[in-house]
């Protein structure tokens, strides 16, 4: 008999953080839990998760806890990473003045995968003649889109860590 939950009384990295003082916040695939385990799921506070958004069904954590808008369709994996970003970049900014520890869990690794035709244009040379996209040119597509997550994330670092130089400058 498996579980459909990590059991809450089990430690993780975030709840023994959130002891020590840390602000915690998670964002993105949340697999500790489903929303079908008997109960209801433990939510990311239950493991010691401060500020999330997460993707469980918007009826089970709330839409404030809801990791995207709704209405994405089916490219909520290859779309839905720009509002897990989003919210980790807000939540740094937020506690850049304080110890912090953040999980960002992207859906960019798991199919289906619907990257937009823009989104796919640079890598049409993988199938150039044929109207249906070829499987590496959506997935360089996507690992793409993913990259460009990762760069403005580190660019929202960046700008953090030139701001608190200048003010130790001061």
Known sequence: NIPDSLDPAVPT??????KAGYVTGHFGKWHLSTYDAPGG???PPAYG????KIDLAQRIVGSEHYYAPSGLGRDHVTSGDRF???????????HRDQPFYL???S?????????????MAPFHYLRPNDPWPAPKQVYYA?????????GRFQASQEAVLLDLLGHVQE
């Open 13 to 18: 990295i975030m709840g023994e953080l959130k």
């Open 41 to 43: 799921p433990p939510l």
């Open 49 to 52: 998760v401060d500020e999330y």
């Open 84 to 94: 897990i970003f989003d919210h980790a970049i807000s939540f740094i900014e937020k």
């Open 103 to 105: 999980n960002i869990w």
């Open 107 to 119: 859906h960019i690794p798991h199919i289906p995968l619907y990257p937009s035709a823009e989104d």
């Open 142 to 150: 996507a690992v793409s889109i993913f990259d460009a997550n990762i």
